[in-house]
């Protein structure tokens, strides 16, 4: 059983690795477009990903055969959720080991704003930020992980590929 202090400082430990990893912030405008708020924030200082996305280049992603892309698979959530689905993308952002998994981000350069990055958890494989890879796991919606951390679209228990990585 762990005690008050301990319990206190595990979890501002999690709070402080999840920093940006899908929190939604509040739009600061009522004006904004849904596009515009659902937007990833910026990820902070000293956040652990390698690199930001803008510099991951997405060019020359093929869609993973009898697979989806990341805007197919918000675009078709509803229809999708519990379902296995296989996407191929590069990696943008890598939170390894937060709550007992990985926390992955991958895009292909398919969907807009708000629908072009997909968040995944993996036990397995950590890949490494600019890698191509090819993954299969169970979509689920609206999950709610505490403290803003709330995921429309997140894509469960992944099996991950490294199929290049980013020296290649």
């Known amino acids: 059983m762990l005690n008050s202090k301990t319990a206190t400082t595990i979890a501002l430990a999690v709070l402080v690795a999840l920093a940006g990893c899908g929190k939604k912030e509040p739009a600061a405008d009522a004006a904004k477009t849904p596009e515009s708020t659902a937007a990833q924030p910026q990820m902070p200082e000293g956040h652990p990903a390698a690199k ?28 999708l959720a519990g379902q296995t689905v296989t996407v191929r993308g590069k990696v943008v952002k890598v939170n390894a080991g937060i709550l007992g998994t990985n926390w992955v981000h991958v895009r292909d350069g398919s ?58």
């Open 52 to 79: 930001p996305a803008a510099e991951v280049d997405l060019g020359g992603i093929p869609q993973a055969e009898g697979g989806k892309t990341v805007a197919e698979v918000f675009a078709d959530k509803d229809a």
């Open 111 to 168: 969907g807009g704003e708000g629908t072009n990055d997909l968040t995944v958890t993996t036990a397995g494989t950590v890949p490494g930020v600019g890698d191509t890879v090819l993954l299969t796991g169970t979509v689920g919606l609206n999950k709610d992980f505490g403290m803003g951390y709330t995921y429309d679209v997140i894509v469960e228990n992944a099996d991950v590929t490294v199929e290049a990585t980013a020296e290649d």
